[in-house]
């Protein structure tokens, strides 16, 4: 995959700079009522793409803070339920030993049901 990355970036740089080659007229660019900026067309160009690549940059790093923050949410979340579980368990417990007096002594001392007969 970073070969694909390379050869896209370089093929792009490349038609770049052929551009900016043959596009080396000045021209105006308007940026708001009466305030004009005048350069060669190729610095325009990079000047714009240059914008654009750290807007990308910035929307991404913001991307990826939100899939912090979700997956920080997420984790909270599970804690919460684990200790939910946790004194379910606890409870549980509880409630079993208290019943274990009331539960029926078996009548051998093997405990598993079966009685043994001796010839």
């Known amino acids: 995959m970073r070969q694909v990355n390379f050869v896209v970036i370089f093929v792009i740089s490349l038609a770049l ?9 000045p021209v105006a660019i308007h940026v708001v009522q009466g305030i ?7 610095v325009e160009l990079i000047v714009s ?13 913001w991307v990826q803070v939100q899939g912090y923050v979700s997956v920080g949410k997420q984790v909270q979340q599970r804690e919460l339920r684990i ?8 409870r549980y417990r ?9 539960l029926p ?15």
């Open 94 to 102: 509880v409630e079993l030993e208290e019943q274990k007096p009331l």
């Open 36 to 42: 004009d900026i005048e350069a060669p067309l190729c």
């Open 17 to 25: 700079v052929l551009f900016g080659i043959e596009n080396t007229d």
């Open 49 to 61: 793409m240059g914008i654009g690549a750290v807007l990308a940059w910035v929307f991404s790093v």
């Open 105 to 119: 002594a078996s009548k051998d001392g093997d405990g598993d049901g079966s009685e043994a007969y001796a010839n």
């Open 83 to 90: 200790q939910e579980l946790e004194q379910d368990v606890e």
